[in-house]
């Protein structure tokens, strides 16, 4: 069977891709991963990961009716989905990527989802600007899997500990969880870890799978996988 990775690596770079037919070809595949595994394709929502990509560049996704995109970075998103979102208004836009307490209330503004949630100070900041601006994304927990130091998420030692925080001292609704499970492990494991923590506290979103591993996060239980460089091509490597 042909690995994920192999299918990325021949990818063409972002602005190259056939955005339309990536799109067309990563919905069957969750299709037939759901199916698989006797769950109801309408139960995964696909998040199409469009950091880094341009406006120009995601208007294929929306034009083939993809209504739900993530990104990483506060300022890139203002920059762009104002004007995409006046064309298409029932647009969601996610934040994937981390949070910065201090752009706090543009990310409750923008965003339709906040999928990086991850320490006191920023449901602090959080609760504030959802109380100044009358609006509530929802609120993901990112969860630290592997205990990696250089990755932000709770630890899952510490993930009922902080969810109930964020309800009990700063009266935030969490909504689900989220990870990123390390580049060198198997992910099911990570996967398996993150669904049981969601089980145990009642939570209905499990935001986990990417484009190299999403078929495994689905045969565990994800409700939202993120896809990018399947969509819209490869991206250019940080230099």
């Given at each position: 069977m042909?690995?994920?990775s ?5 990818k063409?770079?972002?602005?190259q891709?056939?955005v339309a037919a990536?799109?067309?070809e ?6 037939r991963a759901?199916e698989?595994?006797e769950?109801?394709?309408a139960?995964?929502a696909l ?5 880094t990509?341009p406006?120009e560049g995601?208007l294929p996704?929306?034009k ?8 990483n ?10 004007g995409l979102?006046?064309r298409?208004?029932d ?5 994937i990527?981390?949070l910065?307490?201090n752009?706090a209330?543009d990310?409750?503004e923008l965003?339709?989802a906040?999928?990086?949630?991850d ?6 900041a959080?609760a ?11 609120l993901i927990?990112?969860v630290?899997?592997?205990?990696e130091p250089q ?18 001292a700063?009266?935030?609704a969490?909504e689900?969880?989220?990870?990123i499970?390390?580049?060198d ?5 990570h996967f398996?870890l993150?669904a ?5 506290c009642g ?8 484009s190299?591993?999403?078929?495994a ?13 399947a969509?819209?091509g490869?991206?250019a490597?940080?230099g």
């Amino acid at each position: 069977m042909t690995d994920q990775s192999q299918i990325l690596d021949a990818k063409p770079p972002v602005g190259q891709a056939d955005v339309a037919a990536g799109l067309a070809e990563v919905r069957a595949s969750i299709r037939r991963a759901a199916e698989d595994n006797e769950r109801d394709p309408a139960s995964v929502a696909l998040i199409a990961v469009s950091k880094t990509v341009p406006a120009e560049g995601i208007l294929p996704a929306l034009k083939a009716g993809q209504r739900l995109f993530g990104e990483n970075y506060v300022q890139e998103s203002k920059g762009k989905w104002p004007g995409l979102r006046e064309r298409f208004p029932d647009a969601e836009v996610h934040l994937i990527g981390p949070l910065q307490s201090n752009k706090a209330r543009d990310a409750v503004e923008l965003f339709d989802a906040i999928h990086s949630l991850d320490r006191p100070s920023l449901a602090a900041a959080l609760a504030k600007e959802i109380a100044r601006a009358g609006r509530a994304p929802k609120l993901i927990v990112q969860v630290n899997t592997g205990d990696e130091p250089q990755k932000g998420g709770v630890s899952p030692a510490e993930a009922d500990a902080f969810l109930a925080a964020c309800r009990d001292a700063y009266g935030l609704a969490i909504e689900g969880l989220m990870c990123i499970p390390p580049a060198d492990d198997p992910p099911s494991a990570h996967f398996a870890l993150l669904a049981a923590i969601a089980a145990r506290c009642g939570l209905p979103i499990l935001s986990m799978g990417m484009s190299a591993d999403y078929p495994a996060a689905i045969q565990m239980g994800a409700t939202h996988v993120r896809v990018g460089t399947a969509i819209f091509g490869a991206r250019a490597p940080k230099g």
